[in-house]
């Protein structure tokens, strides 16, 4: 009898909306517009609702809200309520220096 070796799964990538790298979906933070249109980091990364991802990295943040990348694959228009609820949310990626904030 002959073994036949399955391949190892492929892990999902995605691509940082504020750096522009892909890596592993789960290495990456998922910000989402929901249905009724609020924007908020989704720590499970399965609410549904247009998604994003973002490295958990301040600078990535940074760059995508000044640039309004975030807002164009959300599709929406940020305002500042949302703008500011996100850059507290990189603040405090930065505060912890481990990637991973607490969700409000």
């Known amino acids: 009898m002959v073994e036949t070796k399955t391949p190892a799964p492929r ?3 995605r691509t940082c909306v504020g750096c ?3 890596t592993d979906k789960s290495a990456l933070l998922r910000v ?3 249905r009724e249109g609020a924007v ?3 720590s499970r990364g399965r609410a549904p609702g247009r998604g994003g991802y973002l490295c958990p990295r301040p600078p990535c943040w ?3 809200l000044q640039g309004d990348r975030l807002g ?3 599709r929406t228009a940020l305002n ?3 703008r500011r609820r996100l850059r507290d949310y990189a603040l405090r990626l930065a505060a912890d220096g481990n990637g991973a904030a607490d969700d409000d």
Do not use: I, K, N, Y
């Open 62 to 64: 940074t760059a995508a």
């Open 11 to 13: 892990l999902p990538q």
């Open 72 to 74: 164009v694959a959300l």
């Open 80 to 82: 500042e309520t949302d």
């Open 32 to 34: 989402v517009r929901t």
């Open 40 to 42: 908020v980091v989704d």
């Open 20 to 22: 522009r790298s892909t």
